[in-house]
């Protein structure tokens, strides 16, 4: 017995959306003009001038595609041969058919046709477009891959306070970094409000030109603040009539590195520090969270941006990497690297293999770079690109015993203590 199936349906259109503005006003602060000569085509004069502006625009700012779906509902007769029995029919509804959306956006300053005719039933225009396209000020981001430190989660008895503490020293220390462009993800409703401005009837139209310019980040930095303490001990001697002041505090993060566009974590661990002082309380939460912030930077620096070394001068050798992010007296271990190594079940890169060859200290710490020098191994083997990684032996400790207050208790002229009922 054979059956055949005869279905018959519809294919939707493809949209296309398409957002020119043309303006004729000064050039915009910030922004380049780019002059296109560009041919267009369509059923009427206008047409024609409409599609070489649309062309001309994607030139220069490029074209983004929207898929989307778009819900059409089609009754589908199926028809079924049953071998020479009675024939069976099917109704059945078909949905959801693609359409493909397809935008552009740019300031058109001026055009001019510059021919005009018509070929086949159709127009044709010759234009020399001239189209503003925003230039972001600062340093390019093309160099840099970008990265968002998003809102940490509070664990218990953990304040808001603390949270935005960790999260400004989070910016600060990967700023300093000079190794990514940081993206602000903390006052969203600010940058909301200035782009509703861009987009207002209130702004020329060339403002409009900053739209469209904002950047996705390739790293996002988030986690949870686990645990936060602060105790503090008073000790009372009656001898001397003192009172002793101790504090001790932790801290815990929870963190992760992720690749947004993918969803894969590319790295997480968890951090924590410990603090004893003798006296109050006073700033030791923030400090707890700085060395924190700097332990996460550093180990994702050591992750996706290791520290290399850049050049060699004599008994000199300088690595890319300064400001406050490095310190003098900071020792790293330097390593050259061999072979890349491949795991044999996911073929992913393992990185290279590397061979620690001595280690070196840092002398002198500049804005953009360190001067270090060489403590261990032959001077001779180090060289340009080597990698740089923090030995843990001069890692500071976890416990910090700063100066207390000046002690009340007076020295006697025998050697003894002066006592609070000594007369």
């Excluded at 303006?23 to 910030?30: Q, R």
């Excluded at 267009?40 to 206008?46: A, E, S, V, W």
């Excluded at 998003?150 to 960790?166: E, K, T, Y």
Aim: one cysteine or more; aromatic letters at 6%; a neutral charge.
């Amino acid at each position: 017995m054979q059956s055949s199936v005869h279905i018959g349906l519809k294919h939707l259109a493809s949209l296309l959306v398409v957002l020119v503005f043309i303006a004729s006003a000064p050039a915009l602060a910030g922004a380049t003009e780019h002059r296109v000569q560009m041919r267009g085509y369509g059923m009427t004069h206008p047409d024609a001038v409409v599609n070489g502006l649309q062309e001309a625009s994607r030139q220069v700012t490029g074209v983004s595609i929207d898929s989307r779906e778009i819900v059409s509902r089609q009754s589908t007769m199926v028809s079924v041969d049953n071998g020479g029995e009675s024939d069976s029919t099917a109704l059945f509804d078909r949905s959801s058919q693609s359409a493909i959306a397809i935008g552009t956006s740019g300031v058109i300053k001026e055009y001019r046709v510059l021919f005009s005719d018509q070929e086949n039933g159709q127009h044709v225009v010759e234009l020399l477009v001239t189209i503003e396209k925003y230039e972001s000020p600062g340093l390019s981001t093309d160099s840099r891959r970008k990265l968002a430190v998003m809102p940490f989660r509070p664990g218990r008895g953990v304040s808001a306070r603390s949270i935005d503490l960790l999260s400004q020293s989070l910016v600060n220390e990967f700023t300093q970094s000079r190794r990514f462009a940081i993206l602000d993800r903390e006052y969203e409703e600010v940058m909301t409000q200035e782009r509703d401005v861009w987009a207002s009837s209130d702004v020329s139209v060339l403002e409009r030109a900053k739209l469209g310019q904002r950047l996705g980040a390739d790293y996002l930095v988030y986690g949870t603040v686990s645990s936060l303490w602060v105790n503090t001990k008073k000790t009372f001697i009656e001898m001397t009539d003192e009172t002793i002041v101790e504090t001790s505090g932790g801290a815990s993060v929870e963190y992760r590195i992720m690749v947004p566009a993918t969803g894969q974590v590319k790295w997480s661990d968890t951090v924590s520090t410990s603090i004893h002082v003798d006296g109050g309380a006073g700033g030791l939460e923030a400090q707890m969270l700085k060395r924190l912030a700097k332990k996460i930077v550093h180990e994702s620096m050591e992750v996706i941006y290791p520290i290399r070394i850049i050049n060699i001068a004599g008994s000199k050798i300088y690595i890319n990497q300064g400001g406050k992010t490095v310190s003098s007296g900071d020792r790293f271990d330097v390593f050259s690297l061999g072979e890349e190594l491949i795991d044999p079940y996911t073929n992913e890169s393992l990185g290279q293999e590397e061979v620690k060859i001595g280690a070196i200290v840092v002398k002198d710490v500049k804005p953009k770079y360190a001067i270090a020098e060489v403590v261990a191994g032959d001077r001779g083997a180090f060289e340009k690109n080597y990698i740089c990684r923090r030995g843990k032996a001069l890692q500071k400790s976890s416990t910090q015993k700063p100066k207390g207050s000046k002690s009340s208790v007076k020295a006697n002229k025998s050697g003894g203590v002066v006592l609070p009922f000594d007369k």
